[in-house]
């Protein structure tokens, strides 16, 4: 039996940047991850690539910027007042914060600069613009 749309599967995996850095891998959380294909719960060139992979199968991929976070976009850079952070923690750059949206959705942000009066954030996902290297094994389809 070979995966298909819309069926819950459980993969272990490792994501490497380019030049071989982990930045993630399913043994750091201690478990495979699950996730209902082709229902965008993981970015598009990594659902795409277990469709058709059979229990035990592994596999490489190359996901492109465009199957995965997106091009970096430099309007997604924002000066916010320092007034407006709260006052009880120390901002610093480099830092990740998480900035809650109008709807109530969070989303991370990095601090670029600290300027006198505000702070520059960057609200790209961290490996926006970056493509990505998959080693994927599906241990499981179903429940």
């Known amino acids: 039996m070979s995966v298909k749309e819309g069926e819950k599967v459980s993969v272990e995996y490792k994501g490497m940047l380019e030049d071989g850095t982990v930045f993630d ?8 991850l699950e996730f209902e294909v082709g229902k965008k719960m993981v970015i ?6 277990v469709v058709g992979m059979k229990v035990g199968d592994e596999k490489d991929i ?7 976070y ?25 830092m990740l914060m998480v900035m809650q949206l109008p ?3 969070q989303i991370p942000a990095k601090v670029k ?3 006198e009066k505000e702070i520059v954030i960057d609200l790209n996902h961290p490996l926006a613009g970056k493509t990505l290297k998959f080693w994927i094994k599906l241990v499981k389809i179903g429940e």
């Open 25 to 32: 891998a399913s043994e750091k959380h201690g478990k495979p």
């Open 44 to 49: 598009k060139g990594f659902n795409d690539a």
């Open 62 to 68: 190359v996901i492109k910027p465009e199957e995965a």
């Open 70 to 94: 997106g091009q970096r976009n430099e309007e997604l850079k924002k000066a916010i007042p320092k007034e407006s952070l709260p006052k009880d923690k120390e901002v610093k750059e480099g």
């Open 103 to 105: 709807n109530g959705q």
């Open 113 to 115: 600069e600290i300027k």
